[in-house]
């Protein structure tokens, strides 16, 4: 703005009039210079301020304005204002433009008027130091191994280079080159290309830009680069006895990815679903696919298979087994002599349809045929077996068979009481003569052995315990002593006669 000149020839005449004036009356006029004190600042930013002061014009007409600088010398000044004639103090204000971001100022309030120029005093401020602004953009140009990463800087005046933060996490481990932002004052895109990545990894990165002010990182971003495809199977579905609904995941990797299923009885395989698209995306697409023509109650291996531009992926080899006939006995154990009944049932449901049970004594080396049921309502079966010895039942429908079920056999141990004698009698399969047989008493609520005697010819024994009347007796015999495929086994309960 200069200095400020007041041009004062015009209001000579008048001066000499009121001086004239004054002389006659004997009264002496004494006017004052205004009264100008300097206030302080607020919304100190970058590169502008706002500054305060107080002006009192003393009765003549008045003009303000501030000077400022970096020195003390100034060298700038704000807009010339007008603060009137009056005699009240005025509040003023102005802004001070055009700073420089981090440095230390000086400024003043001057008021002037015909009466003379009265300067505030001298005060100070620092306008904040200014770090570049910048934003993060997204990445492009996504492959394999490369990606082009784009954002914004904004100088703010001072010369800026900017790069950018990447690793596989927002803690970062490396830089890219670093680029010029030059030194504007506007937003200034930035894209730089980031080499060496991993295919098929996430990547995080975050814009970094540095000036004569300090450093600023932008907000953390993320993106995955291409690769080859990335499958996982799934669970099974559907199955039936010869059908099933194989799934899974694939990740096309951000190519364009095909994918099928192998599947077959064995890790060969052998067969495969049809050929299907995954799309270019980068995220796990669900797939599925249905087959059928299946063996019931068979295990099939099945993987899920992927292809694109870089190549085959494999998952691993998973197993499903179709539904085939059912059994289940009604009790897993028995006694000789006495029955237990097989139950199934087959997974189409059809009824009059053939069902071979076949048999495995425990003694035996393999399973021999038993017998031939047809199902009923619902296709469901059973079947009234005596075991003689522990036997293992399967069945066999449409060429599959159920899982093996086992029916434990126990010898049956009779006891009879008469007097003060115990005899024991034991039946099973095979003679048991020589076998120890144990007879137990209940004592306290266990049962402890009071007597023992083996078996003679006909698998029974006399004993004479020397226990009180009335005792709680019963025999025992254990599975060693019953020998193979026997399971151990005990009488009933009986009172020692007195």
Known sequence: MGNKRWLLGTCAGAMA??????????????????????????????TAADAFGNVNPEGVATDWYFQYGATAHYGLDTALHAAGAGGETLAVSAPLADLVPGTFYHYRLVAASKEGTTVGGDR????????????????TAVADTTAVLRGAVNPRGLATVAHFALGTTPSYTANTAARSAGAGVA????????????????????????NADGSATGADAAFTTTGPAIVADGTPSSVTAG?????????????????????GVSTSYGATTPVK????????VPVAAAISGLAPGTEYHFRLVARNADGTTVAGDSVIAT????????????????????????????????V?????????????????????????????????????????????????????????VMLRI????????????????????????????????????????????????????????????????????????????HRLQG
Do not use: C
Not at 243 to 263: C, I, K, N
Not at 390 to 412: C, F, H, Q
């Open 17 to 46: 009039i009121t001086l004239g004036v004054g002389a006659l009356s004997g009264v002496a006029d004494a006017a004052a210079a205004p009264a100008a004190v300097t206030g302080p600042t607020s919304g100190v930013s970058y």
């Open 323 to 354: 539904l085939g006939p059912t059994l289940t006995a009604s009790s897993g154990s028995t006694t000789f002599g006495q029955s237990t009944t097989l139950n199934g049932s087959i997974p189409t449901g059809a009824s009059n349809q053939s």
């Open 277 to 284: 698209s995954a799309g270019d995306g980068l995220a796990p």
């Open 418 to 493: 008469s007097g003060s004698s115990a005899a024991v009698r034991v039946a099973a399969a095979r003679s048991l003569a020589n076998r120890l047989v144990r007879l137990q008493r209940l004592v306290h609520g266990r049962w402890r052995v009071v007597d023992s005697a083996r078996l003679g010819r006909g698998s029974s024994v006399v004993m004479r315990p020397s226990t009180p009347a009335g005792a709680r007796l019963r025999a025992w015999l254990t599975a060693f002593q019953a020998g193979p495929g026997y399971e151990q086994a005990v009488s009933g309960v």
């Open 356 to 412: 071979t049970i076949f048999a495995q004594r425990a003694t035996d080396p393999s399973f021999v045929g038993l017998t031939t049921v047809l199902t009923g309502s619902g296709g469901a079966y059973s079947f009234a077996v005596r075991p003689r010895i522990g036997t293992s039942y399967k069945a066999l429908w449409d060429n599959a068979a159920t899982p093996i079920v086992s029916v434990g056999v126990r010898p049956s």
């Open 124 to 139: 100070s401020f620092t306008t904040p130091a200014s770090p570049p602004g910048v934003a993060t953009g997204a990445a």
């Open 187 to 210: 937003p200034t895109a930035v894209a730089i290309r980031a080499d060496r990545l991993a295919p098929d990894t996430t990547y995080h990165f975050a814009l970094v830009a540095t």
């Open 243 to 263: 059908s099933a609904v194989l799934s899974g995941t694939v990740d096309p990797g951000g190519h364009p990815a095909r994918w099928f299923f192998q599947y």
